[in-house]
């Protein structure tokens, strides 16, 4: 069995340290500060380019760093902990930690209803321990999974967590990783999955001393955020193993449910085992051995249902997956944009395809990136597909950071969390967004090289260009951007925010109770859209209920007649009423269908009727 990478405390003074330098000749483990006679000491070479070392006297708490030949010193790649920074020296961590959660399997992906926060700006104090506090609020909602943006340790105390360079390491501003323990933890207690967002297509510039170590990086390709990871070349088994036993890292020490993979599509490699296939087998077989529900959620720009297909299929086994289509979908019609990806959207009938299909964008060509993109997504399980009508990249990455709540009506914004709670995919929603925070989600940084900061200040104004957004952008580096980003949850104290809470609430009880809602099929769903009126019919159904919603995104009344099922049918949820501080409505509290029934429908608003399958006819 091999040992684990990084320094592993084994109790009573005793700990092994591991690390992966094939370039080097010599390795030393230097102990700065302790009663050690012999501050550094000589590691045992190992096969394949490892390096080892178990020794006695060495509690939780050493600091220590490698050395490399004789020259320069530098951090644990696998640092449990950077109690000083990036550039500081590595922390021994002891694992134990008093678990409550034995009872706990997981909860079926089909029951997920994700939550998606920044730790940082999730709360005043920006920590694990005071997001604890909020868990109840989430809970109440309805919510069943708590998705952390990465955690991994970036330069400073701000910043999204994607210019991660310490894979293994909790960011010591969010509490550390005994602090992150203990949020999972009571995730468990309240019957929440804990799910966590990883980055394994890049590593951020300040603080990555990988290439120091060895070949963790190739030439042969580019990401957008500089040199790519060394999946498919020379000494590519030792950099997935780096990976792969991160992610086993997350599931096994620290009880994660689920971990969202960032930008797949940047990870190139052309082996006839991916580095993707691998760390799904990895996962499910943790899965299996811990009897959990484990679950791999990759974030993709390909449209690409290999990513979700079962390995007999051809595909990587993963168990979800993003679809950004369903965003941009529904962004274009709320919102009337067309820059930027937008460009490619815009009508209904898109947002009827992501219901019916998955992708909207299954071959046909795309405008915006000038080739054909996609491919049929038909045979893919609605529960396979994540989708959201907010998160942190599509509110972040505009010029302002601004939230829906900034760009459409308080109408719309309640038309939007019908559009994604009654869906058949697994819905997501960005923090705030339950109650319409008003404050903006902003891009941030606090690195400490000032060609660096210049470099990302320059970057962020290039990005905008295919949007056309001008004027001055909130600069990353500041402070103040980071403390505007900053949820304020005394919002949910006025109606109008609390009404929207409401609104979120009621719409997920029905998703988790209403039988047709809660079937999340493909198949037992039919859509009939209304192009020039802007209307799109959703009917579900499964062995004992038919539910069926309307959803108006047109800026006027819209007066029509929609074929529905002959029966009784009652009015579950409409968002004209003045319960959701609506302008009023005419549809009636029940109704009676031949085959046919007559609606008018306010401006951006929606409606969902219930009938029971044994009433039909009656």
Known sequence: MKANLGATYLGNGRCQFVVWAPSANSVELHLPGTDSPDSYLSMAAQPRGYFSLSTEGVEPGT???????????????????????????????????????????????????????????????????????????????????????????FPGSRNWGYDGVYPFAVHESYGGPRELKRLVDACHRKGLAAVLDVVYNHLGP????????????????????????????????????????????????????????????????????????????????????????????????????????????????MDGQWNDDFHHSLHTLLTGEKSGYYVDFGRVD??????????????????????????DSRQVPAHKFVICAQNHDQIGNRRLGERLSQLVSFEAQKLAAACVLLSPCIPMLFMGEEYGETAPFLYFISHSDPQLIEAVRRGRR?????FGWKG?????????????????????????????????????????????????????????VFEKLKLLCVRRWNDVSEAFAVFHFGDAQASFAVALPAGHWQTLLDSSDHRWLGA???????????????????????????????????
């Not at 898109?350 to 046909?364: E, F, I, N």
């Not at 290039?462 to 295919?466: A, I, L, R, T």
């Open 63 to 153: 600091l220590y760093r490698y050395r490399i030949d004789g020259e320069r010193e530098l951090p644990d790649p696998a640092s449990r902990f950077q109690p000083q920074g990036v550039h500081g020296p590595s922390q021994v961590v002891d694992p134990h930690f008093s678990w409550t959660d034995q009872g706990w399997f997981g909860l079926p992906l089909q029951q997920y209803v994700l939550y998606e926060l920044h730790i940082g700006t999730f709360t005043a104090e920006g920590t694990f321990e005071a997001a604890i506090r909020h868990l109840d609020r989430l809970k109440d909602l309805g919510i069943t999974a708590v998705e952390l943006m990465p955690v991994a340790q």
């Open 462 to 466: 290039d990005e905008f260009g295919s």
């Open 206 to 317: 300040e603080g990555n001393y990988l290439s120091h170590f060895g070949p963790y990086f190739t030439k042969r390709y580019r990401t957008p955020w500089g040199e790519a990871v060394n999946f498919d070349g020379p000494y590519s088994d030792e950099v997935r193993r780096f990976f792969i036993e991160n992610a086993l890292y997350w599931i096994g020490e620290f009880h994660f449910d689920a971990l969202r993979l960032d930008a797949v599509h940047a990870i190139v490699d052309h082996t006839a085992y991916p580095f993707l296939h691998e760390l799904s087998d990895a996962a499910h077989k943790l899965a299996y051995q811990l009897n959990r529900q484990i679950f791999m959620i990759p974030e993709s720009s390909l449209n690409d249902v290999r990513l979700v297909q079962p390995k007999e299929l051809g595909g990587f086994g």
């Open 472 to 528: 001055e952008l909130p600069d990353p580096q500041a402070e103040e951007t980071f403390h505007r980003s900053k949820l304020r949850t005394e919002l949910c104290e006025q109606q109008q925010h609390r009404t929207l809470f409401e609104l979120h609430r009621e719409l997920i009880h029905l998703r988790k109770t209403h039988p047709a809602l809660a079937h999340l099929s493909k198949e037992d769903l039919e859509v009939t």
């Open 350 to 375: 898109d947002l009827a395809k992501c219901l019916a299909q998955g992708y909207v964008y299954t071959g046909q060509y795309s405008e915006f990136r000038r080739h054909r993109h996609g491919n």
């Open 584 to 618: 009023g409505t005419s549809i009636p509290v029940a109704l009676t269908s031949a085959g046919e029934v007559s609606l008018i429908l306010q401006p951006h608003s929606f409606v969902v009727f219930s009938h029971h399958l044994e009433s039909r006819g009656a």
